[in-house]
Every structure is written in structure tokens, then in C-alpha cells.
């Protein structure tokens, strides 16, 4: 890989040509984030492989204005200090989607601003995310209507820099997930927070449910506070340290729970 690089005044090294074998210098992929001092950086994306996006302030925010037609949110992800903005309600699913992932450890929402060489085609991904082996992932959700058109160029951008960076890339559809898997997924997701973790109500609720049996009532045989009973074996069901059918409506009365940790916690 051959570079051309200037030391601006900030100390920041800025690459202006670039070209590995095989990739010509207008087919390189150059990303614009902030550094950890908020200074706002460009530099090809093969050279991003040690910086942290997942925590870094978002290059891009949803402009709102009357008659606009998307919902913009935010989402707060477990153990996080900084709620991940999402543009419509299809970017919340998305998040969830990578909330509920094992493979996630972290986060974040517009951290990178990608485009070609000479600056065409830009285009800044829904999420990126630290992956618990040290990888990362690139989330983006598939768009409608009108906004599709420019797609097929969006994805080839998304593929050479997943290519170029060594990240993996993602889209998200709702049909990735059953309709009741994601509504159940949106329900149980407000109990995600470590907070609502506590060793010995775990331990009893996994005794409780050594065979499976509706949530309510293997709840009320753990002699716990009801109410707060409840909330953690929510959480621990959208941990899923206890189980329930994913793929069919979860409703608390009759829906069946199990542990497949029963026989752990009675030892």
C-alpha cells in the first residue's frame, strides 16, 4: 500500500492518495469522523481499523420539520451513557435487532460518513457496531419507496468499505423476524437494563422454572414481590437465561417459560 500524507496544524494525518493492490486510488473508500477530541477527521477506511466508532459523536442528525414523514427516536442501549439516535421506525427495529444480538457489545448510531475518492456517493449507515470479538459491523436498514432509488449505489459503497475496512455489513429488513418475534421483542426490550439484574431472584425464578409452565404462575411460586419478581425474570427472558417460544404471541398467563439452567440453580 502506497500513501501520500500531509501533517495538518491540528497534528492530524490526513492521506490524500491512496492505492492498495488491486483498488485504484478513485475506488478507495474514505470515512469522516470524530476523533476522540471531536475533531472532525477524513482518512481512507483501511485505516480505521483501531478507532472506536461505537464511541464516538454522530457525524449526521435527522433534520425534523412540519409535514416531515419519518418518526425520528432515540434508543438507549443496556449498560450505554448515550441513547443511539435511529431516523424512522424501521432504524428503532433495527436497533433492537442489535440490542437483542449476542454478538453485540456495543453500539452507536451515524458515527461515519463514507464515500468514494472524490467525495461522491456519500452516504452515512444507520449503525455501526463493536461485535464481542473485537469485530465490527456495519447496520444499515433497507429504504423505501423514492429513497430506494439511489440503493444499488449505496450498496456498493457499503460492500467495498466492508471490503477495504475488514468490517462486516448488514441490512436490515423487517422480514429478518416473524411478526411475533419483533413485537415481542419490543415489549420484553424495555426490560434490558442490567439494573433489573439480582443473583437470588435469578436463582429462585430458574427453580421455579425447571418445567416449563406459565410466567405468573411460576413467578407467584418464588414467594417474591410480585411486581418486582416480575421484571426480572422479563429481563431474564430477554437475556435469555429462561425461554419462551419466540416465533408465538408472549402473553405472561399462559405463555409457557422454562430454565435451561434448572438444574444448575437447584444444585
Not at 167 to 195: G, I, M
Request: hydrophobic share 45%.
Amino acid at each position: 500500500m502506497f500513501d501520500t500524507a500531509r501533517i495538518d496544524h491540528t497534528g492530524d494525518v490526513h492521506v490524500f492518495a491512496i492505492r492498495e493492490k488491486g483498488c485504484a486510488v478513485r475506488d478507495v473508500v474514505w470515512a469522516e469522523f470524530h476523533s476522540p477530541a471531536g475533531r472532525l477527521v477524513r482518512r481512507p477506511v483501511s485505516q480505521l481499523l483501531r478507532e472506536a466508532l461505537e464511541e464516538r459523536e454522530p457525524v449526521w442528525k435527522p433534520v425534523q420539520y412540519r409535514g416531515k414523514q419519518a418518526i425520528a427516536t432515540w434508543w438507549r442501549p443496556a449498560g450505554a451513557a448515550r441513547h443511539a439516535g435511529c431516523a424512522t421506525l424501521e432504524a428503532l427495529a433495527a436497533a433492537r435487532a442489535l440490542e437483542f444480538d449476542p454478538e453485540v457489545a456495543a453500539f452507536t448510531a451515524w458515527p461515519v460518513r463514507l464515500s468514494w475518492a472524490d467525495g461522491g456517493g456519500a452516504h452515512v449507515p444507520d449503525f455501526f457496531a463493536r461485535l464481542a470479538d473485537g469485530r465490527a459491523r456495519l447496520v444499515v436498514r433497507a429504504p423505501g419507496g423514492t429513497a430506494g432509488e439511489n440503493w444499488p449505489g449505496v450498496l456498493r459503497l457499503l460492500d467495498a468499505a466492508g471490503r477495504q475496512a475488514g468490517w462486516q455489513v448488514r441490512v436490515h429488513t423487517p422480514a429478518d423476524t416473524s411478526v411475533a418475534e419483533a413485537e415481542n421483542r419490543r415489549r420484553l426490550s424495555r426490560y434490558r437494563h442490567a439494573r433489573l439484574a439480582d443473583a437470588e431472584a435469578a436463582r429462585l425464578l430458574h427453580v421455579a422454572f425447571a418445567t416449563p409452565r406459565p410466567l405468573t404462575e411460576g413467578v407467584a411460586a418464588t414467594g417474591l414481590p410480585e411486581l418486582s419478581a416480575l421484571a426480572q425474570a422479563h429481563h431474564l427472558i430477554w437475556k435469555r437465561d429462561l425461554r419462551i417460544d419466540w416465533n408465538l404471541p408472549f402473553v405472561p398467563a399462559r405463555s409457557l417459560v422454562w430454565s435451561p439452567a434448572a438444574s444448575r440453580a437447584v444444585a
